[in-house]
């Protein structure tokens, strides 16, 4: 699977980002799609994943109610959608893909660039 995100730029505190990640290759709906994410200087962590189903959604404390992942299988493509950023939610954002019933992440996208202003 190969995986292509994009999506990513300099918002403002309060604002909003959509990030997609379109992925070829291997069938789609064999994996759990996850975003990643990794500010300056810190460990990269889990954001948020949905099921390769699409039914099943998780997310990290910190984005709950402010993040959407969701999936569109027509298109082969995850989304993110990142609402009332604010400044701590800079870092790059990875997508991620792990096949169902596994639990390392196999395929990893190239990352893009979220920054929130204050």
């Known amino acids: 699977v190969q995986l292509q995100a994009s999506g990513g730029g300099l918002v403002q505190a309060g604002g909003s980002l959509r990030l997609s990640c379109a992925a070829a290759g291997r069938a789609f709906d064999n994996y759990h799609m996850a975003w990643f994410r990794q500010a300056p200087g810190q460990e990269r962590e889990f954001v948020a994943l949905a099921s390769s189903s699409g039914t099943t959604t998780t997310y990290t404390d910190s984005v709950k109610g402010r993040f959407t992942i969701s999936r569109d299988f027509a298109k082969n493509t995850v989304y993110l959608q990142m609402n009332n950023l604010k400044p701590e939610d800079t870092a790059v954002y990875y997508c991620?893909?792990?096949?169902?019933?596994?639990?390392?992440?196999?395929?990893w996208g190239q990352g893009t660039l979220v920054t929130v202003s204050s």
């Open positions: 991620a893909a792990r096949k169902a019933g596994v639990r390392e992440y196999d395929y």
